[in-house]
């Protein structure tokens, strides 16, 4: 098994029974029996669903609709406290890694502002559901642009760090699982979903040193703004907004080409 709750695979329709086989055939799951979730392919995609009693909705990862294509659509571009952060500037797109990639959101507005970013995701499971969401969004005129500036990777992100022989990036983005302390119902039910399938980071101390030895120019760790940063070296300066801030750990000053 790859996760310490038990998982099952499920055809939303007939015609997804083949699909269903062979994503539990990769996963090592089983298509049938008692579980506590649910990996469904339905019509819609891949979506994770947690089963029983007061359980909440479905989990997929959608850059076509819902609150990534408002974000796109109204955000506030490179005026967020992210792009600020990462280092956009006028003439600067930082090449970027996200390690800690999850359902994709932040990496995916980064492309948008137009960086290349590549994505790391150790979890198989929140692996499919991200892949699955960028096999969907690749096909959309307006978003598929948007969805060839980003490299997913499925893999133990401090091994890969590691082991990194491509040109090193020049921003390392680090979002370490931690209780997000947001209202909204969605954020809710996405940690209640995810908490139990892949625990806390316990080894952010470890990612954030292999991160500041291979980025180029600098890393950026996501924090809740009251909470203490990760254990090792101190950042140089802090983004701070009303729930989150924002670690820089500064390297060398990016420049406009």
């Not at 659509?73 to 006028?90: E, L, R, W």
């Not at 209202?183 to 101390?205: H, I, N, T, Y």
């Not at 909470?227 to 300066?237: C, D, H, K, L, R």
């Amino acid at each position: 098994m790859i996760s310490t709750v038990s998982v099952r695979i499920e055809a939303l329709a007939p015609e997804y029974s083949g699909d269903a086989v062979a994503l539990a055939e990769s996963l090592g799951l089983p298509l049938f029996g008692e579980a506590e979730f649910a990996l469904q392919l339905g019509p819609g995609g891949l979506q994770l669903q947690e089963l029983g009693e007061n359980a909440s909705g479905p989990v997929r990862v959608d850059f076509l609709e819902g609150a990534v294509a408002h974000r796109r659509q109204h955000g506030g571009g490179t005026g967020q406290m992210i792009a600020k952060a990462v280092g956009i500037q006028p003439g600067v797109r930082p090449t970027v890694l996200d390690a800690t990639a999850g359902l994709g959101r932040d990496a995916f507005l980064l492309a948008q502002l137009g960086c290349r970013v590549t994505l790391l995701e150790r979890h198989p499971l929140v692996g499919a559901l991200l892949a699955d969401g960028l096999a969907r969004a690749l096909v959309d005129p307006d978003v598929g642009p948007i969805v060839r500036r980003m490299d997913f990777r499925l893999g133990n992100a401090i091994e890969i760090l590691g082991e990194w022989s491509d040109a090193a990036p020049q921003v390392i983005y680090l979002d370490p699982m931690f209780p997000h302390r947001d209202k909204s119902s969605l954020v809710k039910k996405e940690m209640r979903v995810f908490r139990p399938l892949v625990g806390g980071d316990d080894d952010a101390a470890k990612l954030l040193e292999a991160a500041l030895a291979l980025a180029t120019h600098r890393v950026v760790v996501k924090r809740p703004r009251k909470a203490p940063s990760i254990e090792g070296v101190q950042p140089g300066y802090v983004l701070e907004g009303k729930s989150s801030r924002y670690d820089i750990y500064p390297k060398k000053a990016l420049k406009a080409r």
